[in-house]
């Protein structure tokens, strides 16, 4: 995982449920007045579709959002969508790293979005005194 910046373009990707109904939408994370995170679903001919776009962001020794860029202006393509319930996991591609997340759908159009670090990632991120990321809380528009 590359200081979790990732930049994101619109794909359909084909799985078994849709994203249609409260988890479909434009999304977004800000700190300090800034989006920072992006992210779009949509349900197209029956499937999840969607992209995340990602600004470079810190976090504080308690896995906060302490210090954010704002997100790329492009979309990256999301895959592997799958739904749970309310909780989304997918996909993205950063050159040869693959990128895990979860979105947790809350109530009143608020869902948390965590960034799934795995061991090889904990460890590394261990071991210059970074914990990994606390959910992010996103906002969807409308």
């Excluded at 849709?18 to 988890?23: D, I, V």
């Excluded at 349900?43 to 504080?60: L, M, P, R, Y």
């Excluded at 947790?104 to 965590?114: F, K, M, N, Q, V």
Aim: proline share 6%.
């Amino acid at each position: 995982m590359k200081a979790l910046s990732i930049a994101l373009v619109i794909a359909a990707l084909p799985v078994g449920q849709s994203a249609s109904g409260p988890m479909a939408g434009s999304w977004t994370g800000t700190f300090e007045g800034r989006t920072f995170i992006r992210l779009e679903i949509e349900t197209v001919n029956g499937a999840i579709a969607g992209g995340i776009s990602v600004g470079d962001f810190e976090v504080d020794p308690q896995g906060l959002v302490r210090r954010a860029e704002a997100a790329p202006a492009n979309l990256t393509p999301i895959f592997g969508a799958t739904m749970n319930g309310t909780t989304m996991t997918f996909f993205t591609k950063d050159g040869n790293d693959t990128d895990q997340f979860e979105l947790r759908l809350l109530e009143h159009a608020t869902a948390d979005l965590h960034v799934i670090v795995n061991d090889d990632d904990r460890r590394q991120l261990a071991l210059q005194g970074v914990p990994p990321p606390k959910p992010i809380r996103l906002t969807k528009a409308g």
